[in-house]
T-cell receptor, first 110, second 113 residues
Framework: GEDVEQSLFLSVREGDSSVINCTYT??????LYWYKQEPGAGLQLLTY?????DMKQDQRLTVLLNKKDKHLSLRIADTQTGDSAIYFC??????????FGTGTRLKVLA | SAVISQKPSRDICQRGTSLTIQCQVD?????MFWYRQQPGQSLTLIAT?????????ESGFVIDKFPISRPNLTFSTLTVSNMSPEDSSIYLC??????????FGSGTRLTVV
């Protein structure tokens, strides 16, 4: 079945850039998403990208998609302590059913 | 995007009892989704709830264990029945907003002792 994988942990210093990576197996993925989950909270949609795009930038966030390698990344520029959270990537082939990655726990060091 | 209110936010329950989780959306939506997030893991879809019909359950989840109600287009409940410690998880409801993606409630953190 479809699978979405992420590294479990990432630690960066405040002010540096963070890059969170995600690989997926479903070649029919149409939409790919990044969600943020802060402690004790639900998931907040950060950004998304369509499969026919290579890059999308939204303020401090940059999403890169390599469809050939089925690799998605989220770059957070000027990382702040408030960015500490778990980040999930998710993909869908256009149906209601999303496949979520295991989440990457980002820790920002002051 | 839609705003989802979910309650309770957390609960500690005795094994063998049941807990009903409520999810209220501030706009009418056709489909509502219930997810489970076990400790340290990703989200797993439990079921999809459409108004006026029985919920559709994903593999590994059954109606007797997770009965769902969907009385109208803005509200749904999920019951976790006959709980055991393995049911300790975060339960999240979600709706899909057109051209936006999923929006999630803040979740219900359930601990079964």
């Amino acid at each position: 079945g479809e699978d979405v994988e992420q590294s479990l942990f990432l630690s960066v210093r405040e002010g540096d850039s963070s890059v969170i990576n995600c690989t997926y197996t479903d070649s029919s993925s149409t939409y790919l998403y990044w969600y943020k989950q802060e402690p004790g909270a639900g998931l907040q949609l950060l950004t998304y990208i369509f499969s026919n795009m290579d890059m999308k930038q939204d303020q401090r966030l940059t999403v890169l998609l390599n469809k050939k390698d089925k690799h998605l990344s989220l770059r957070i520029a000027d990382t702040q302590t408030g960015d500490s959270a778990i980040y999930f990537c998710a993909e869908t082939s256009g149906t209601y059913k999303y496949i979520f990655g295991t989440g990457t726990r980002l820790k920002v060091l002051a | 995007s839609a705003v989802i209110s979910q309650k309770p936010s957390r609960d500690i329950c005795q094994r063998g009892t049941s807990l009903t989780i409520q999810c209220q959306v501030d706009s009418q939506v056709t489909m509502m989704f219930w997810y489970r997030q076990q400790p340290g893991q990703s989200l797993t879809l439990i079921a999809t709830a459409n108004q006026g019909s029985e919920a559709t359950y994903e593999s590994g989840f059954v109606i007797d264990k997770f009965p769902i109600s969907r009385p109208n287009l803005t509200f749904s409940t999920l019951t976790v029945s006959n709980m055991s410690p393995e049911d300790s998880s975060i339960y999240l409801c979600s709706v899909e907003v057109q051209n936006y993606g999923y929006t999630f409630g803040s979740g219900t953190r359930l601990t079964v002792v």
